[in-house]
Antibody, heavy 116, light 107 residues
Framework: EVQLLESGGGLVQPGGSLRLSCAAS????????MSWVRQAPGRGLEWVSD????????YFADSVKGRFTVSRDNSKNTLFLQMNSLRAGDTAIYYC?????????WGRGTPVTVSS | DIQMTQSPSSLSASVGDRVTITCRAS??????LGWYQQKPGKAPKRLLY???SLQSGVPSRFSGSGSGTEFTLTISSLQPEDFATYYC?????????FGGGTKVEIK
């Protein structure tokens, strides 16, 4: 069974940093593009970033470009999202998603709150 | 960027009703579209991929159609567990974009 477990969320002040992790199991992690998607309170879904299976290709939404980086450790089946220069508008639940013909399996999410 | 216009934004329906939700892409995306269901406090769950292919384990009352710019999600006979919010997603071109969502409520 495919499982994705996010961690690392929490409360951070504006301008601060946070690193999210996603532990994957139940599939050949290195063979799949992985995504990060977020959902602000009471709002819809917003794609944040993709990373190819090898880690060479990375893609970002304009709203996070230059502030967020994505990486993966295929030896540990783990996906990361490094978030810098955080703003109030980054407050959301962040989901880790396995990509296969679009977004296939979703984790339960980890909440990030940016507030002073 | 490709805009995904989803309609309606909300609807009220009764158990047993046929429900149709539409997503329109601002440019052609072939069939690179998925439909997702989200219940309150839960992660989204994929219902359909490649516009019309049913995800394993999803009931056959859910169906999808369309290609290019016009796509439809149909629930043939609404069940109590189907009251939720539905989203479409295009994965043809970066940035990936979701529709605004359709909240299906009980009439």
């Amino acid at each position: 069974e495919v499982q994705l477990l996010e961690s690392g969320g929490g409360l951070v002040q504006p301008g601060g940093s946070l690193r999210l992790s996603c532990a994957a199991s139940g599939f050949t992690f290195s063979s799949y593009t992985m995504s990060w998607v977020r959902q602000a309170p009471g709002r819809g879904l917003e794609w944040v970033s993709d990373i190819s299976g090898s880690g060479v290709g990375t893609y970002f939404a304009d709203s996070v470009k230059g502030r967020f980086t994505v990486s993966r450790d295929n030896s540990k089946n783990t996906l990361f999202l490094q978030m810098n220069s955080l703003r109030a508008g980054d407050t959301a639940i962040y989901y880790c998603v396995k990509a296969s013909y679009g977004m296939d399996v979703w984790g339960r999410g980890t909440p990030v709150t940016v507030s002073s | 960027d490709i805009q995904m216009t989803q309609s309606p934004s909300s609807l009220s329906a009764s158990v047993g009703d046929r429900v149709t939700i539409t997503c329109r892409a601002s440019q052609g995306i072939s069939n690179d579209l998925g439909w997702y269901q989200q219940k309150p406090g839960k992660a989204p769950k994929r219902l359909l991929y490649a516009a019309s292919s049913l995800q394993s384990g999803v009931p056959s009352r859910f169906s999808g159609s369309g290609s290019g710019t016009e796509f439809t999600l149909t629930i043939s006979s609404l069940q109590p567990e189907d009251f939720a919010t539905y989203y479409c997603l295009q994965h043809n071109t970066y940035p990936l974009t979701f529709g605004g969502g359709t909240k299906v409520e009980i009439k």
